[in-house]
């Protein structure tokens, strides 16, 4: 009746009342018994997301992307740290991994080395990478040619085509918002009504992004508000307004987005109840026209611990 009731009623509906058919949980053993995983100081989230794209062709059907997101490699993010996540980014063995920028806080010092240790990822169809505000901050420049020469592709309004069993994907990435993000240009040479994939750090892109039509955008940046306090909620609050692509899954129009809580930290070198993550994303094909009652996203645990529970249904 009232609006806080209101805000309440939606958060309820969007973050709790999944459907109990489409779920399971799946444990596997080769990531549950990683010694990278319980090397990795705080907590270690790992989710897997099936997500039915719009438009996407049956030779995609199962193609897994990993996300890795703000691992803000510093005096408070060792190496090490990065080298245990790098370990289980590769036994989840995706075919894609993309990062969403933010590798480094304040220090130059800190590219070469972080670079180094991605250039251990493995996947099928490689490495792709977008850059951050912090990125931009201590040499944007500097760091997508540290990047380039471990074979990590960096699209700086770009897009790239991917192709599998004669089907096609794009991919397209931009600079960060505020630093130069043109989604026009990144999106130029693409077909209309051709599945894309945006990569874009700073998840205020989404809004860009359904303008166009796309179907899904990776982001990160927000670190799922790193800190959650009981009662108080974290930095963005706690309203479901507020907390709006601010973690996981959402969509705005037609457009879905996933916000990864990310791997390191910002300001407080600590997570409070919002650990770090390393979504992994199937995608599917989902067909326009298609009933509303087809799920857009369903989710699988690893059994490790901090595994989020969020679902969503699938737009007319």
């Known amino acids: 009746m009232s609006p806080p009731l209101g805000r309440w009623a939606a958060l309820r509906n969007r973050y709790l009342a999944r459907p109990r058919t489409n779920y399971r949980l799946i444990h596997s053993e080769s990531v549950r018994d990683c010694d990278a995983v319980h090397r990795f100081r705080g907590g270690l989230g790992i989710t897997a997301q099936r997500i039915w794209l719009s438009d996407l062709s049956e030779g995609f059907r199962g193609f897994r992307i990993l996300q890795l997101s703000d691992i803000h490699h510093s005096l408070f993010v060792p190496l090490d740290q990065v080298a245990a996540v790098v370990e289980v980014s590769n036994r989840l063995k995706p075919d894609l991994v993309a990062l969403t920028g933010d590798f480094v806080s304040y220090s130059r010092s800190s590219i070469e080395p972080v670079a180094e240790i991605l250039g251990g990822l493995r996947a099928r169809a490689g490495v792709v990478a977008v ?136 300001v407080l070198p600590l997570r409070w109840r919002c650990p770090a993550e390393v979504p992994l994303l199937e995608l599917q094909p989902h067909q326009r026209g298609e009933s509303s009652s087809s799920l857009y996203f369903v989710q699988r645990s690893y059994g490790i611990p901090w595994t989020t529970s969020t679902l969503g249904i699938a737009a007319d």
């Open 131 to 266: 850059l951050g505000n912090h990125d931009f901050r201590v040499g944007a420049d500097a760091l997508e040619r540290a990047l380039r020469r471990r074979r990590i592709q960096v699209l700086r309004n770009r897009h790239r085509l991917l192709q599998r069993r004669g089907a096609r994907l794009y991919l397209a990435g931009v600079d960060d918002y505020g630093y130069g993000a043109d989604l026009g240009e990144a999106m130029r040479g693409i077909p209309e009504d051709s599945p894309t994939i945006l990569l874009a750090h700073n998840p205020r892109l989404v809004t860009a992004a359904a303008c166009r039509g796309i179907g899904l955008v990776l982001a990160g940046h927000t670190h799922g508000g790193q800190v959650n306090l009981p009662l108080l909620g974290t930095v963005y609050g706690r309203s479901p307004e507020k907390m709006r692509f601010k973690m996981g899954w959402d969509r705005l129009g037609c457009t879905q987005i996933y916000v990864s809580r990310g791997i390191g930290t910002i």
